[in-house]
């Protein structure tokens, strides 16, 4: 498929062309099969019509494909990154708390903030972290529905907050996509795509491994148990850096966040982890300290590379900065720094810019993922 269309209907992975690319496409198809599961509209309607583009992105042979690759892409992908879980989960939940709280400062806004070219660095995070904020939510919500007493209406009320009570303009994604504007980046859900590092594509695809499976129920309440925390301390240090060196940019998707999760932490401790252990005992605060555990991972694991994609990039002695006009179009094919960069003409790395001698992404981490520049 081309990049021509609505973007939420491109349905296009890359081919592993070594097998240095083999995680890389398998999270992005992983991520195609979870996203089959979501309603996605595009903003506009398209020329010619929404209900073919539509019919296509949903036909019945492409879901059942995707259904049939997702079980192994999962084991492959996400399974290992699992630990079992282990404690009493009353002094989990306080050993937590206090260590999030008492955690120094983001590693990367204090980074930012001694970069010559922070809002390059600071667009590469908007895109990298687009591929759940954009859609808020929408993964927790395969989560909420079914029958499993009490603790069901409080996780509830939790995703209404994210959907803004029913009120458009303050559903979180919206707040997101100004963020992305003030920018100039295109906020159409999927609209960077191409520019998706591996990190970022396991980060969201752990997310939705956790609530696209039921049999996590107890590992989903671990997982909000630590975003919901740290969620707090994170949004807060973005906002502070937005505030002194992006005044005019919309920082309310963070400030909200800043202040809302402090509710959202105490609801999950009292209102889904103390019932749930109560009632089904310690194999289900195991899952629970299981859930938490492997979204700090994630978390920590996509955050820790993302920093160090930016250091390299800085590192790098023929980078230039700018963010790609157009995010969908000449996209050119994937490398890694384990890839034969001899030859290949000038890099693109996200949404930072362009190495213009290739072999200078050999120094990157190994895990990012470049395009060769057209």
Same mark, same amino acid.
């Given at each position: 498929?081309? %990049? ?54 949903? /036909? ?25 879980? $282990?404690? /009493?989960?009353?002094?989990?939940? &306080? ?9 120094? &400062? ?15 660095? +600071? ?6 972290? *687009?591929?759940?904020?954009?859609? $808020? ?12 007493? $009490? #603790? ?12 803004? @009570? ?12 100004? *963020? ?33 499976? #039921? ?15 740290? +969620? ?8 502070? +850096?937005?505030?002194?060196?992006? #005044? ?12 809302? /999760?402090?509710? !959202? ?5 009292? &209102?889904?982890?103390? #019932? ?28 820790? !590379? ?14 230039? @900065?700018?963010?790609?006009? &157009? ?22 790395? %996200?949404?930072? %810019? ?21």
């Amino acid at each position: 498929m081309s %990049g021509e269309g609505p973007a939420v209907f491109d349905a296009r992975v890359d081919l592993a062309a070594d097998d240095s690319l083999r995680a890389f496409v398998g999270h992005q198809t992983l991520l195609r099969c979870y996203q089959a599961r979501y309603v996605l509209l595009p903003a506009d309607g398209p020329e010619g019509g929404v209900l073919a583009p539509l019919r296509r992105h949903y /036909d019945a042979a492409r879901l059942a494909a995707l259904a049939e690759l997702r079980p192994k892409l999962e084991a492959e992908l996400i399974a290992p990154l699992v630990r079992p879980g $282990e404690g /009493d989960i009353g002094a989990y939940v &306080e050993a937590m708390l206090a260590e999030i709280r008492g955690a120094p &400062e983001n590693a990367f806004t204090a980074f930012l903030t001694g970069a010559e070219n922070r809002d390059d660095h +600071y667009r590469n995070f908007l895109v990298q972290s *687009s591929p759940d904020l954009l859609a $808020e939510a929408s993964a927790s919500a395969l989560g909420i529905i079914g029958e499993y007493g $009490e #603790p069901q209406s409080a996780l509830f009320r939790i995703l209404i907050d994210e959907f803004g @009570y029913g009120v458009p303009a303050k559903k979180h994604s919206v707040l997101y996509r100004a *963020s992305m504007r003030s920018f100039g980046l295109d906020d159409a859900y999927n609209g960077y795509w191409p520019w998706f590092d591996t990190m970022a594509l396991e980060l969201h695809n752990a997310i939705h491994w956790l609530f696209q499976n #039921p049999r996590n129920v107890f590992k989903q309440v671990g997982f909000l148990l630590h975003a919901e925390t740290a +969620y707090q301390r994170s949004t807060q240090a973005h906002h502070r +850096y937005l505030r002194q060196f992006h #005044p005019d940019a919309d920082a309310r998707y963070f400030a909200e966040h800043a202040h809302i /999760d402090l509710h !959202h932490t105490r609801m999950v401790i009292d &209102e889904a982890v103390k #019932p749930f252990t109560a009632r089904f005992g310690d194999e289900a605060g195991h899952e629970i300290i299981a859930g938490a555990e492997l979204t700090k991972a994630a978390f920590a694991r996509a955050g820790d !590379h993302l920093l160090a994609v930016s250091q390299a990039f800085v590192a790098a002695s023929s980078s230039s @900065y700018g963010h790609p006009a &157009e995010p969908r179009a000449a996209i050119g094919r994937p490398v890694t720094p384990k890839s034969d960069l001899a030859g290949v003409g000038p890099v693109r790395v %996200g949404a930072l %810019g362009v190495l213009g001698d290739p072999t200078d992404f050999a120094a990157f981490p190994p895990m990012a993922i470049g395009r060769v520049a057209a």
